[in-house]
């Protein structure tokens, strides 16, 4: 008999509810965005985040229950994304999950969103252990390793601010709209290597830093205007993206070396980078006997689908919940 896990996701601003089968087929992936509202601030406002939250997530839950064509008494069970993200963003899809476990007397499984994005994966490729995983996005950059399915090990994450993030304070510093990311990858194209930015130190070899490369950034254009010289844009996004993800390329490659994984896969929305594609499958080719996954585009962005994946694991080792539960913003991976 067919397993079917009803996912909702709502860690940050999109409202998305996926009906997953038996693991790994996506019988429907609905995903309802709030990035016009929020790109008229300039970012995420997070009290705005939670309330269109609110109006949106039963329309969602519906809309993804019809386009699977499955009815909640054929669901096996709810997987909610507990943490990290926005309190109450979080909580919205929290409350909600809680809410139809509940009434349908299903269980309830609690998930981690990085654990999501890394097994986005699955929904695209078949995935092998030990597994290294590079999870960049708006709120995450971390280096993850798994020796096996469901082990989760945190190799190195950052010291400050998130790579995504950095791509959204750039962005801003060069007057492009939110999200930057997208924007940067687009205008870097035809940018120049002509400045020079400093990688930043980490404590760790594992570890990231961008918040003082954004500084950098600040200080160059300000230097720029106070000596009347030209800022061109487009070589500044330059610069700051090649030592962006060539820090993270090179960690990555660090952590290949040293952990000999079988699989390397990434994660998360900044993966969507185009040059960050580019640079990891040129680096992965000296590694010919090591698979790469980058999963497209629909599957690196917040979505339910890739909560419903990892709710079919955990609903299959029993990893559920009570309805005593609550979102999480500092849940920790390893412990998932
Ligand atoms: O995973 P995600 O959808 O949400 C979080 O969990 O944070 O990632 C969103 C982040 C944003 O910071 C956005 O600017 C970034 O991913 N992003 C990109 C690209 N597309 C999205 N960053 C760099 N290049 C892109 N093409
Ligand atoms: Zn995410």
Redesign the pocket.
């Known amino acids: 008999m067919s397993v079917y896990i009803l996912a909702l996701e709502t ?4 409202t998305a509810c996926s009906v997953i089968k038996d693991g790994k087929e996506v019988l429907s992936n609905i995903v309802s965005s709030q990035i016009n509202i929020h790109s008229q601030f300039g970012g995420v406002i997070p009290e705005v985040a939670s309330r269109i939250h609110v109006e949106n997530i039963s329309l969602v839950i519906q809309e993804a229950l019809e386009k699977a064509e499955v009815t909640m008494d054929e669901v096996a069970g709810i997987a909610v994304t507990v943490g990290p ?1 926005l309190i109450g963003s979080l909580h919205v899809g929290v409350m909600a999950a809680k809410t139809i476990a509940w009434l349908y007397d299903k269980p309830l499984i609690p998930i981690h ?1 990085i654990v999501g ?1 890394i097994y986005a994966n699955k929904i695209v490729d078949d995935i092998q252990f030990p597994l290294l995983s590079l999870v ?5 950059s971390e280096l993850v390793f798994m020796k096996d399915d469901w082990s989760f090990k945190v190799l190195g994450t950052t010291q400050d601010d ?4 950095a ?2 304070k750039v ?1 801003r510093l060069l007057h492009l709209p ?9 205008l870097a194209k035809q940018g120049k290597p002509h400045y020079t930015l400093k990688t930043p130190k980490t404590e760790g070899a594992y570890d990231f830093s961008f918040s003082g490369l954004k500084s950098s950034v600040l200080q160059l254009m300000e230097r720029l205007k106070k000596q009347k010289e030209e800022i061109v844009e487009a070589d500044i996004a330059y610069s700051f ?1 090649e030592v962006a993800l060539n820090m993270l390329v090179d960690k990555t490659m660090l952590a290949v070396e040293q952990y000999k994984p079988k699989h390397v896969v990434l ?10 594609r580019s640079l990891i499958t040129e680096k992965m080719e000296s590694y010919p006997n090591v698979k790469l996954t980058i999963p497209p ?1 629909s599957c ?4 339910a689908a890739m909560i419903g994946v990892s709710g079919y694991m955990a609903y299959q080792k029993g990893l559920f919940a009570d309805l005593s539960i609550g979102a999480n913003p500092w849940i920790d991976i390893e412990s998932s």
């Open positions: 860690s940050c601003d999109e993200g969103h994005h960049v996005s708006g709120g995450h998130a790579v995504g993030e791509y959204d962005a939110y999200p930057g990311g997208p924007q940067i990858d687009r993206q994660a998360g929305g900044v993966a969507a980078n185009s040059r960050l585009l690196c962005t917040d979505n």
